[in-house]
């Protein structure tokens, strides 16, 4: 159940219903591009760029919003390259963050440039077995080790994290 008191002011804490997200997987040359997270969830992480669709938006209308505002790159999304979810549960045993994340496969556009806007303290782009020695959110690594693995399931399953507060 939601916590009203806190979720009033940020209503992607302590939710309803789980959240809809995406994210995308850019290619360029044989490099991934990641961002590090500069906000909770994730904070300090490095994580593909994306974020939370707009209630009435098209999936990739967010995605390419999300990533233009995080990275200033004009992406082409593809198709949905994996599903997966993440769920943070407090010491109380609330869920505290729940979202669904559709990751596409996206192409840059354009120029590759990197020049962090919102979310993302920093923007770079990494060999996948490089990538995947980082501090990585799960559902980033779940991603990465798909591609560098190349399996073909499309389910990656749900990373729960479980914070003291």
Known sequence: MANRDVSASNPRLYPSFPIPAVSALIMHKENVL????AASPG???????????ELGEDLKAALVR????????????????????????DNAGRTRYHYVILTFLCRVAGEPLTVPKTDAAEAAWFDVSNALK????????LVLSKLHDHTNEIYLGTSVSRVCM
């Open 34 to 37: 990641l961002i590090k997270r």
């Open 66 to 89: 999300e990533v233009k505002e995080e990275t200033g790159l004009l992406v082409d999304v593809g198709d949905v390259f994996s599903v997966s979810q993440y769920v943070e549960i």
């Open 43 to 53: 904070k300090g992480l490095w994580a593909l760029p994306g974020g939370v669709v």
């Open 134 to 141: 980082l501090k990585l959110t799960e559902t980033t690594r």
